[in-house]
DNA sequence: GGGATCTTTTGAAACGTTCCAACCCTGGAT
DNA sequence: ATCCAGGGTTGGAACGTTTCAAAAGATCCC
């Protein structure tokens, strides 16, 4: 590849006034710089991004680490990451980490070894670590999306799981259920906590104790929500809803229903943290709390540029945005089996309470 | 950052010295080397990749270019890739061009600049031009993905699109169905004319003419599978059974087939080129024809550095896939109506001849 | 015509590596 | 004692840019 210096010369300037055409830094003769300009086509000129880099000492580069791009949730949070970066003229370099922390600490090295401005990281980590502070010691900024890591202060930007969650247990409530179990997410993630958290609130609020054998330990795995709702399903009192506290998990506990052939939202109510992209082509049509993941990653691009950029300096900011409940069918029609005498809509007279 | 100089200066060495332990390249005293060590620990040093990128004409990284990182199929092709690349000590750059053909000129010219080691191309274009020829043409080799660029001859890993249509619509014909309707892609791109070609030569083998009315000229996109599902669907005679060319379609023609009130899969057979994820979890469980696209990526990246690495020279390869029928409810218990006297098993039997 | 003042242009150092020729030892052979 | 082989070490050029001080030209005014 043709190198500034041939175009120099077949310009006939020196480099330096080649390299001022080209970046615009300084001015340059209409003349001259027309002959440049000719030269870089004639040759086809790519300026090398990597001398460049070396000497100017950014790149133009941003980092992205996350579990699993494979996650619609993921793949929108890049999207969102990616068209902020473009508008500001960086590039984005991913990896997954399959959220193993051993992952994480070779991409994070590997990350400041091509010096990245900076990196948008969806933590695999659940406690402040080396590679991470280190990597903020050194200089290299560092934006947490969708979770925190408990210790690790920097930027972030977070939903409101616990509104999130809260919001769509009251409205599994209000809709008339009483026996509401949970599958929960990892108890290291904060996020998953956050959002039990909101799930109890919801039931304290409406005055219902939530036993603890309602609450099912899942990992936000599709294993898991299959296990866990087939285990909630064939209990002799089973519950007439079920909140799975994210999408993946969602799918298995999906086929649990389907394998025990109970019926949805007739026999047992469903819904779900993390709104899939298609849940309005299927059935059933999932309740839904669906999280800005484009959002997140925008913003969380825009945070980090600002801070690499300078624009930003001093204490760390975290952005909350709010995710929005998307009631659907999978928790609408269902019919508690009511006392003799008492009405459905004596029932929601009953709820209004 | 701490740089080889302060590794040496800390260890004692000259530059040389920390370089030849850092690498590998030459033999070090135990002595000497164990400081060396030391010194990078203590300052915790990272490699600039850059500098030595510059030296070395070679990035480590590779460009990924791609129509939409939020359709699954892309997402797991960019998944497969990936893990190749990671084995093999490649970071990837990923760019979404929205099917745009500027858009990915900007970014082949940008990764260009970035001095990638090569490129995985999704193309946009549907025809060679220079911004595709001109990169190979400069040394930067490309693997296309997915599709070919017809007259830009590179190394390239498809799936049969032929096949996977024709066994799909093979099966609908199978099931009784006599007036299948057809999605197709956009006529521009390759391999939408290849599924188009592979559903005419099913009905064809079977003896059935394809009426033209019953092919509809869709865009691979949601809209598009909506409202032309929508059109099939209000039609006084109404096909039996559709087929959607990509799975985004599909996801419209569900929202078509739900809101008319249609029946599937009584009152009307679905099937869709591309599997869906979630096709397990909800229903209708569609009839999918499966593309391997995590293989996709992953032999594209191997067969991208394979070229990079100059561990393979000469003519283009061209690696072709075979998809999988997938053969769900959606093309199940589809019961014609039937002439008078004639039974379902009677159908059958005459479908055999 | 000669400064003075701008504007343009140039040359060279620097960014952090790799890599190679040259050098320095040490020890064994003669 | 001298020579040689070979391992270990070093210095410095090179990679392709940017950037800045200095040089070179223009322009203008007296």
């Known amino acids: 590849m043709a190198t500034i210096k041939e175009v120099a010369e077949r310009a006939g300037v020196s480099i330096g006034t080649a390299s001022n055409v080209i970046s615009g830094t300084a001015r340059v003769s209409k003349a001259r710089a027309a002959k440049v300009l000719n030269a870089i086509k004639e040759l086809d000129y790519h300026p090398n991004e990597i001398a460049r880099s070396l000497k100017v000492r950014q ?21 969102g990451a990616e068209d902020a970066a473009l508008e500001r003229g960086y590039l984005l370099l991913t990896a997954n980490t399959d959220e193993q922390v051993e992952r994480e600490k070779r991409f994070v090295s590997a990350l400041r070894s091509r010096r990245v401005d900076g990196i948008l990281l969806v933590a695999a980590a659940s406690k402040s670590e080396a590679h991470l502070t280190g990597a903020v010691a050194a200089g290299v900024p560092i934006v947490c999306l969708d979770r925190i890591v408990p210790g690790f202060e920097v930027d972030a930007v977070l939903v409101d799981n616990v509104r999130g969650a809260q919001e769509c247990v009251r409205h599994i409530i209000r809709s008339g259920h009483k026996t509401i179990a949970i599958i929960a997410g990892p108890r290291e993630l904060h996020n998953a906590r956050e959002r039990l958290a909101g799930c109890r609130a919801a039931l304290k609020e409406a005055g219902i104790k939530l036993s603890e054998d309602l609450v099912m330990q899942g990992d936000f795995r599709e294993e ?46 469903l819904a779900t943290f993390d709104d899939l992209p298609f849940a309005h082509s299927f059935h059933p049509h999932l309740t839904a709390v669906a999280q800005p993941a484009n959002s997140i990653g925008y913003q969380g691009a825009n945070l980090l540029i600002d801070r690499v950029e300078g624009k930003r300096t001093g204490d760390p900011v975290i952005v909350r945005l709010s995710p929005e409940l998307k009631i659907r069918e999978s928790t609408r029609g269902y019919r508690p089996a009511t006392p003799a005498g008492e009405t459905a809509a004596g029932m929601k007279r009953e709820m209004a309470k």
Do not use: H, Q
């Not at 790149?59 to 999207?79: A, C, E, V």
């Not at 002799?236 to 649990?256: D, H, K, Q, T």
């Open 224 to 269: 898991a929500g299959y296990r866990l709702g087939k285990e909630l399903l064939v209990r002799r009192e089973r519950p007439s809803a079920i909140f799975a506290c994210n999408g993946v998990m969602s799918l298995g506990l999906l086929m649990a229903v389907d394998e025990l052939g109970v019926k949805c939202p007739e026999e047992i109510a």
């Open 59 to 79: 790149t133009k580069m941003l980092g992205m680490l996350l579990p699993d791009i494979t996650n619609p949730f993921f793949s929108d949070i890049i999207r």
